[in-house]
């Protein structure tokens, strides 16, 4: 028996022991996933029924729900958001799924999904409860100190005025004499390696004015490089043969800048919506392409609200409100400038001060007003401290879908005026910022006003002042 006993003994003893280690090692993993899976750091799978889908890729986005656009109650501004969406920005050391993991679990009553996530300036949207909107929005800056800034997914617009056509020839070019545009294609009409971004509603491509200029091509909402024309919507097309309409073609006038090339970023959906996300995009996408001079004639439709006051005291109201966006803008505005970038935009056409935007409070782009054919501010344009400089923005003649030609009024005409402008500053010397363009066009610009505090372009003198010693 004891031989028998000593035999078994010694039979376990040289047993292999790699099961009983496997099966413990298993054991343990087991007792770690499911320990982890309860935790907030739990990875964000592709399809996991608690968590939601993740995007497929970044940059791809859901197409605006109508039903969800609402004017939020107290917004003196009547500023139209999506009711549902938050834009969260973060720092850019953060992991986007496991910060979304850290929000979906820190709030598990409002069922939050993932809409949308971009690697540049490292950004999210989720999908809330509309109700909860304003206190997710608080409770999101408070309770990760990662977020740098939460804003709302507000839709924006053009910042045009159609007019009837009714063309004659002295008509169509009488805004590029005013800024001295003949004689400063004398010095240079623009030169092909630099880019122009035109970041608009849609294009036509096709259109004579705009087929050989084009590089690069992208569409926001369809993820792709396939632009569309829209029937209704004419604005992109207008604002990018101002820009840098061809020469010599035979056809309508020429751009501004006929020599440098066009980046056309299509932002808008087919009803011509525009989102702070479609915005960022573009902006991103013109960045990662090495445009030189990116033009936004867009941005928040004020409605006359706070006209009745003051310049002063609307100057005022503007510090009080939308300060988390106008620091986001500001910050996306400083990245471009490190690239040497110059953006320009259009001031707006609700006759208030244009800070009032949040868009358009930034030092470092360049902030454009539009003048009638008196060399007087238009009537409908924005001013005030943030407006850099004014150019012709009534009865623009420039191109439209299907090899057409139409004026608009507004100060998107405006501000491509001035974006060729920058291109033809850019052709002579590529290293200028923002600041010094706005500095080099308020030295050698027309004043328009009794105080000769706002300016008229002259392009001619400010290529001149470059090339002089």
């Known amino acids: 028996m004891a031989n028998n006993i000593f035999r078994f003994n010694k039979l376990r003893r040289g047993a292999n022991p790699w099961p009983f280690i496997l099966g413990a090692l298993l054991f343990l993993l087991l007792l770690f996933l499911l320990r982890y899976c309860n935790t907030p750091n739990h990875f964000y799978g592709n399809s996991n029924p608690h968590y939601g889908q993740w995007p497929q890729e970044p940059g791809l986005r859901q197409p605006i729900d109508s039903t969800k656009i609402i004017v939020p109650p107290g917004d003196s501004l009547k500023r139209p958001i999506i009711s549902n969406l938050l834009n969260v920005y973060v720092q850019d050391s953060v992991d986007l799924k496991v910060f979304a993991n850290q929000v979906i679990y820190q709030y598990p009553q409002d069922s939050i999904q993932v809409t949308y996530y971009a690697d540049e300036y490292k950004r999210i949207q989720f999908q809330i409860p509309a109700a909860r909107r304003d206190t997710l929005k608080k409770s999101l800056k408070q309770d990760f100190a990662v977020v740098k800034f939460v804003v709302f997914e507000s839709i924006l617009n053009n910042q045009q005025t159609a007019q009837d056509p009714g063309f004659s020839d002295i008509n169509n070019h009488w805004f590029y004499e005013q800024i001295g545009l003949y004689d400063a294609w004398k010095q240079t009409m623009g030169k092909p390696e630099v880019k122009i971004a035109i970041i608009d509603d849609s294009f036509d491509a096709t259109h004579p004015e705009l087929i050989n200029q084009i590089d690069s091509p992208w569409n926001v909402f369809e993820y792709s490089p396939n632009l569309n024309t829209y029937r209704t919507l004419v604005h992109g097309t207008h604002v990018a043969g101002t820009a840098v309409g061809e020469s010599d073609n035979g056809v309508g006038i020429s751009g501004v800048a006929p020599r440098c090339r066009l980046i056309p970023i299509q932002i808008a959906d087919a009803q011509g919506r525009m989102t702070t996300t479609s915005i960022l995009d573009g902006i991103f996408y013109a960045l990662k392409n090495d445009a030189d001079v990116i033009n936004?004639?867009?941005?928040?439709?004020?409605?006359?609200?706070?006209?009745?006051?003051?310049?002063q005291e609307q100057e005022q109201y503007a510090n009080t409100i939308f300060q988390d966006e106008a620091a986001m803008w500001n910050e996306v505005y400083e990245i471009a400038q490190k690239e040497n970038t110059v953006i320009v935009q259009a001031a707006g056409n609700s006759n208030v001060v244009t800070s009032l935007d949040p868009m358009k409070r930034s030092s470092v782009t360049i902030v454009v007003g539009a003048t009638d054919r008196n060399q007087q501010k238009a009537g409908f344009?924005?001013?005030?401290?943030?407006?850099?400089?004014?150019?012709?923005?009534?009865?623009?003649?420039?191109?439209?879908?299907?090899?057409?030609?139409?004026?608009?009024?507004?100060?998107?005409?405006?501000?491509?005026?001035?974006?060729?402008?920058?291109?033809?500053?850019?052709?002579?010397?590529?290293?200028?910022?923002?600041?010094?363009?706005?500095?080099?066009?308020?030295?050698?610009?027309?004043?328009?006003?009794?105080?000769?505090?706002?300016?008229?372009?002259?392009?001619?003198?400010?290529?001149?002042?470059?090339?002089?010693?």
């Open 296 to 311: 936004m004639s867009l941005g928040l439709d004020l409605a006359h609200l706070v006209g009745w006051l003051s310049e």
């Open 381 to 469: 344009s924005n001013y005030g401290q943030k407006v850099d400089i004014y150019a012709p923005g009534v009865g623009i003649y420039s191109s439209v879908p299907n090899q057409r030609f139409e004026r608009m009024d507004g100060t998107s005409m405006a501000s491509p005026m001035v974006a060729g402008c920058v291109g033809l500053i850019k052709s002579v010397d590529s290293t200028l910022s923002a600041t010094d363009i706005i500095q080099l066009m308020n030295d050698t610009g027309i004043p328009i006003n009794a105080s000769g505090d706002d300016k008229l372009i002259q392009i001619d003198e400010v290529l001149q002042k470059i090339q002089t010693p």
